[in-house]
């Protein structure tokens, strides 16, 4: 049976989302339906309106508590806590591997608007035009969320629940960058380029893997502090310029590891170039949303390489109760990046979120 919800629409590019009340189609059986609790922005969810995903419910950074199951469904039932992470659909040779982030379905469960074979997951009223939904298998800017069984992983009573929703996105794409994208081994130089969530979880991932040297590269002197505080061991302000050369100087012939998470060309072309002879980037964002711009692939062919970071290379089902682990040991501080918006604040914590007056926003819905 479908399901009332309350949900922000976003119907227009440049304007707000209104807050309105759809219906949530019935869980199938390898679907279930979550009640959302708390949900994270991330900068993706600023993305879908300029790529023309409209009419949208946008969010991905869920977490909530499970009101029904499908018949197939047996990791979780009503009553238990999760959190919501990025969709894969389990069939692919990349998921039968163990690598679900680099599931080949991806770009359509992630962007596609509904399930894997197209259908909707909002049910359209008459002579509307249908709300599109699925955005990372669970729309969770709304007071339910249907999501799969795959892209779900229990929380533990242990911890926050309102907290749980940005491990499924931006905070594990930021750690699995350093621990699993490029799996960083101790006594390493690690540089990274900007300090948003996804760069200060780089940040803490480097101090966690026993870097030599952590080096953050940003604009903004506040958070080059906090950066400072969560074991950068230096802080460059890119404004100063020479930012290559100074790495290069810090690192006594170029950082083995960077992380790029700026999205600007001139970071991406730093974070490559400061590199010593087979050092590794990861690309964790592209500049410009991918479009052409020109660069010289001479500093790559002198040995470097470079790799991109989708969701930290993460199984989320081992690696996200890893970092829930870290977050209650007090190795991984994330909370101090945070802001707290109630559910009518939706409009605010995006606005705050492209704007930088809050690192990661998280709205609580419910």
Request: hydrophobic content about 40%.
């Amino acid at each position: 049976m479908s399901l009332e919800t309350r949900a922000w629409v976003q119907r227009s590019a440049d304007g707000d989302p209104r807050l309105e009340t759809l219906r949530l189609d019935a869980p199938r059986p390898d679907e279930l339906v979550v009640r959302v609790v708390a949900a994270g922005v991330c900068h993706t969810d600023l993305m879908g309106p300029a790529l023309g995903w409209l009419p949208a419910v946008y969010g991905h950074e869920g977490a909530g508590i499970v009101e029904s199951v499908g018949a197939r469904v047996t990791k979780v039932r009503p009553g238990d806590r999760v959190a919501l992470t990025f969709g894969s659909c389990g069939t692919c040779a990349n998921c039968h591997e163990g690598h679900p982030s680099h599931c080949a379905n991806s770009a359509q469960l992630q962007f596609g608007g509904g399930r894997l074979d197209g259908s909707g997951t909002f049910l359209a009223a008459p002579g509307e035009p249908a709300v599109r939904g699925a955005f990372f298998q669970q729309s969770s800017f709304a007071t339910h969320a249907l999501a799969t069984e795959r892209n779900v992983v229990r929380v533990p009573d242990e911890f926050p629940l309102e907290l749980a929703g940005p491990l499924g996105c931006g905070i594990q794409t930021g750690a699995g960058a350093v621990l699993n994208t490029l799996a960083v081994p101790a006594g390493a130089r690690l540089a990274v380029f900007g300090v948003g969530s996804v760069g200060l979880s780089a940040v803490m991932a480097g101090r966690l893997s026993g870097c030599l040297q952590v080096i953050a590269v940003a604009v903004n002197p506040a958070r080059l502090e906090l950066a400072r505080e969560l074991g950068a061991t230096h802080a460059l302000d890119a404004r100063e310029g020479g930012v290559v050369e100074r790495i290069v100087g810090l690192t006594r012939g170029g950082a083995t590891h960077s992380v790029e998470t700026a999205g600007a060309q001139d970071t991406f072309r730093a974070a490559i170039e400061c590199l010593r002879k087979r050092g590794v980037c990861g690309l964790a964002t592209v500049p410009d949303l991918g479009r052409p711009f020109e660069y010289s692939p001479l500093p790559i062919l002198m040995g470097r390489t470079v790799i991109g970071v989708l969701e930290g290379s993460s199984v989320p089902d081992t690696f996200i109760p890893r970092l829930m682990e870290l977050q209650l040991a007090g190795r991984l501080p994330y909370e101090r990046l945070v802001g707290w918006y109630g559910f009518d604040e939706l409009p605010r914590a995006l606005d705050d979120a492209r704007s930088g007056r809050t690192i990661k926003p998280i709205v609580r819905i419910g």
